[in-house]
């Protein structure tokens, strides 16, 4: 159960921060093969973070090795740790196919949550909530959010709160750190929903929104920032600690 | 390039159909393994259709050893077809990670064109376009299209059109056949964007709505009432006829 572990690794841990294992093949120096990289991450930093976040694309463009290394590196964190594994897939597809996703990434791949894309609508969710945790899109941290997510986010975080009432505790949003003019408006909104963030790091989004979601379920997640630094556990450690103090204080 | 192969392939075989392998091991009978059983209907279909589809969602069931299915089954099509392959992943995610998912399937795996999910705007679309032809999810046939889609579809077709000016003959849009009310207008409006079309067969839309998109580049999918029919090559023929009278008459 998503949530309780969360939950779990927060307070003992004193952190919201997630590490996204988005471990490019491309950019990992020297000789290390993807899992041995996310090992040595693992083990840096699993007493500063409250999960892992892991996007599935950097797995598939090695094709089936990509997917066996994905499959290790998520044995290697439920061996080694209790932490929660977000797999950020943005999966979005009906009845049949979305169960057969939620099949994938719950049963087989024993992951804690997966990120989901809201386009399709309900169908393309619900199958996920019956088996396990689900951050749904609503309002992202890259440019082009006027095209699609700014005409419709509203309505997606109403659904995304309905859908909490049927499946209690499952269902999270995800909304980016550059968003700030957004946040208060959305935190009114969301009800018990839980967050996913994006966008601190790399990306330049203001730690400060985390102000306005004490007392709420969140997790932020940095990726390139922590995974490719010289010193993975000294970077991950300020990122901890420069959330914890918005967030926890 | 997806627009000639497809356009060559219709033309020879008189079809506008598209055989989804949605393979799903729970349905296949007998001790086939998804790679014998993709065979099978290459074989038996290979001069009835323009091109395969093919849902990722039911290879990643299997975990690694299903997108090695995959990656044999595209090779299956490429080594004995010159027919276009149409990889249903309905992806959508940002910049880097757009990269990654796009180098996956059009380098790694080597398909001609890819499905994509438009929510996050253009960010998510671009980066396949840069490698190969995209179909992008307009109006899709499942029942919840009132949550989002019916909402922003219009704008998402300006999007598409938009996109088509600076990658010609690389921009699709995903239509649902259950879609009749709208596919006139849709039509009306689409430019020379290509077309994928689901929803006829197990989902029950009409054929009819094909007079509408004649001499469009217009590819109609049918999946699982083709593909575990007692008679493969007969059911296949049958639907290629079926479309074929409202297409091309």
Redesign the interface.
């Known amino acids: 159960m998503f949530i309780k572990k969360y939950r779990k690794a927060r307070d003992k841990n004193s952190s919201i921060l997630v590490v996204g294992l ?1 471990s ?1 093949p491309g950019k990992i120096k020297g000789s290390k093969s993807v899992v041995e990289f996310n090992e040595h991450i693992i083990k840096e930093t699993a007493d500063l973070v409250c999960g892992y976040k892991i ?1 599935i ?2 797995y ?9 290394a ?2 290790e590196t998520i044995g290697l964190i439920k061996n080694e740790t209790n932490l929660p594994v977000i797999l950020d897939a ?9 169960r ?2 939620a ?3 719950f049963d ?2 024993g992951v804690d949550s997966v990120t989901v ?8 969710i619900i199958p996920f909530l019956e088996k396990g945790h689900a951050f749904i ?1 609503l309002l ?10 700014l ?2 986010y509203p ?2 975080l109403e ?1 995304a709160k309905e859908l909490e009432k049927s499946y209690p505790e499952r269902v999270g949003i995800v909304v980016g750190a550059t968003r700030k003019d957004h946040i208060s408006k959305i935190s009114n909104a969301s009800g018990d929903l839980s967050w996913l963030i994006p966008g601190i790091g790399a990306q330049g989004g203001d730690p400060e929104v985390l102000k306005e979601l004490k007392r709420r379920d969140v997790v932020v997640n940095v990726s390139r920032a922590i995974i490719f630094a010289e010193n993975v556990r000294k970077k991950a450690a300020e990122f901890r600690e420069l959330l914890a103090r918005q967030y926890f204080d």
Chains 1, 2 share one sequence.
């Not at 598939?60 to 066996?68: A, D, F, N, V």
């Not at 894309?117 to 393309?124: E, F, I, K, S």
């Open positions: 988005d490019d996007n694309a950097f598939e463009k090695l094709g089936w090795e990509g997917y066996m994905l499959e943005k999966r979005g597809d009906i009845g049949n196919t979305a057969a996703y099949k994938a990434y087989r791949l894309n809201p386009y399709m609508g309900r169908d393309a899109l992202t941290s890259n440019e082009s959010i006027g095209d699609v997510e005409h419709v309505r997606v659904l």
